[in-house]
């Protein structure tokens, strides 16, 4: 099955240092999602994007529907230890009148204090 | 509002058991899935219910039931388990439609090992 390329696959950072992340397609989507999933949780949206271009922040992230509708990318400016998790990226597209999400494989971070 | 909710939360079973994964929305969204999450991996799609009435296949659905009677509701039944089905199991929904603002929300998760 499709998924997406997301990239990187893992980073550790120091705290208080920014996070970038992308994830890219070589198909169009409707809509971009960006989750993060604790150990032993199920994932919790953080941003979703619906327009083309479309820049959206939530706290310390900031997320972007890229103009091509083929790519995403998320920015945690000044990352604290909870930052810590996996970070996966969806693409939502119509198939046949029918809404599918297809996942990137995720962006595992580590915020060393 | 208490999302989406999963049980149980963890499960051992033996080779050539069933069970019944249960899921339950309450947010009235139309779209329920399923998706199976191996160690270290994404997320695949076992199943997925466009309404009441409506399921289809996803991507690994080998092994698997489900049925769809109520808009609140999409239980996952495995009728042999089998060690490769040891997973952890989220259930998600959404509600979509043409224009509308759609997004994912998912369960807790069903740990589940198969011996």
């Known amino acids: 099955g499709q998924q997406l390329n997301q990239s990187p696959q893992s980073m550790f950072i120091q705290e208080g240092e920014d996070v970038s992340m992308n994830c890219t397609s070589s198909s169009i989507f409707n809509t971009w999602l960006w989750y993060k999933q604790d150990p032993g949780e199920g994932p919790v949206l953080l941003i979703a994007?619906?327009?083309?271009?479309e820049l959206t922040s939530n706290g310390r992230l900031t997320a972007q529907f890229g103009i091509t509708r083929k790519d995403s990318f998320l920015n945690i400016s000044a990352s604290i230890p909870s930052d810590v998790g996996i970070y996966f990226c969806?693409?939502?597209?119509?198939?046949?009148?029918?809404?599918?999400?297809?996942f990137g494989t995720g962006t595992r971070l580590k915020v060393l204090a | 509002n208490a999302g989406v909710t999963q049980t149980p939360k963890f499960r051992i079973l033996k080779i050539g058991q069933s069970m019944t994964l249960q899921c339950t929305q309450d947010?009235?969204?139309?779209?329920m899935y399923w998706y199976r999450q191996d160690p270290g991996m994404g997320l695949k799609l076992i199943y997925y219910?466009?309404?009441?009435?409506?399921?289809d296949k996803g991507e690994v659905p080998n092994g698997y039931n489900v049925s769809r009677s109520t808009t609140e509701d999409f239980p996952l039944r495995l009728e042999l388990a089998a060690p490769s089905q040891t997973s952890v199991y989220f259930c998600a929904s959404s509600y979509s439609a043409s224009g509308g603002r759609d997004a994912q929300y998912f369960g807790p998760g069903t740990r589940l090992t198969v011996l």
């Open positions: 219910s466009v309404g009441a009435g409506i399921t």
């Open positions: 994007l619906y327009k083309a271009g």
């Open positions: 969806a693409g939502q597209r119509t198939t046949s009148g029918t809404y599918k999400y297809i």
């Open positions: 947010m009235n969204h139309n779209y």
